[in-house]
């Protein structure tokens, strides 16, 4: 995720000119799900920014980490209480729908953010806001290629409704074959119970599942649908990734997969 170089852009950005880094203070707020059904991502965004503060042994760099638990109102919240009483200079976000909450607020204050995020939109025609990864579209036109190399030929696709999610559906949809697709559905991201739209799925002779829900969701899904009797092959997008997702599937993704 170039933590290394998120930092090395931060410096960049903000040391001032003319004072060496023992006299300089880079106070850098760092926004991401700390707690929460994301957490495992804002864990792994803090561990590996803390890697690379210990490469770059640059003691002028002080950080303030605020939990957002990926949940676009509380990161507004974090971006007001470290720009207004915390005076930081720069701020890294993690989390599509998150770092668009923020971009027009640090575009208006002329508050450097940089966002590990995948939609584009956060960042398309801004001065302030740098994203540090593959656009979402990208993400779902590997999906879509990757689920035709495996066969899928009896497709649902199922996307959360959320910045990042609609980015790689668009993707996917670009390159799946209409012929293959029998259903294609975007759900609440609160949404918990899928068995009305597994009971869908299945009478529309749907036994491939193309899916990007959101941290929480996709092993239910998957759960719900073996409780079912459903045994569909299952493909996605990096929210599968989670650990903790596999827990809560409780078998019923094994033989699952994702690209990032």
Partial sequence: MHFLMWLLIALQICAPL?????????????????????????????????????????????VIYEDDQFIPAKTVTAFNKLTQLDSVDVIISVGSATLNAIAPLAEAKNIPVIGWASDPQASRNR????????????????????????????????????????????????????????????????MHDFRSLLTKARQKGVEDFVVCLLPGQVGL??????????????????????????????????????LE
């Fill in 18 to 62: 003319g004072v060496s880094a023992d006299e300089a203070k880079l106070t850098v707020g760092f926004i991401a799900a700390l707690s929460g059904p994301a957490q495992a991502y804002g864990e792994a965004a803090r561990n590996g920014f803390e890697l690379a503060r210990n490469k770059a042994q640059d003691p002028s760099v002080r």
């Fill in 127 to 190: 001065r302030f806001v740098i994203r540090s990864y593959p656009s979402g579209e990208k993400e779902g036109k590997r999906a879509g290629e990757e689920s035709q190399k495996r066969g899928f030929s009896k497709v649902g696709i199922i996307t959360a409704i959320h910045d990042y999610a609609a980015s790689w559906r668009s993707g996917i949809l670009d390159v799946l074959p209409s012929s293959s697709l029998l259903m294609e559905e975007q759900v609440p991201p609160d």
């Fill in 221 to 258: 899904f998957a759960k719900q649908s073996f409780q079912m009797g459903m045994k569909p092959k299952i493909g996605g997008c990096e929210f599968l990734q989670d650990e903790n997702e596999a827990k809560i599937a409780n078998g019923a993704l094994t033989g699952a997969w994702y």
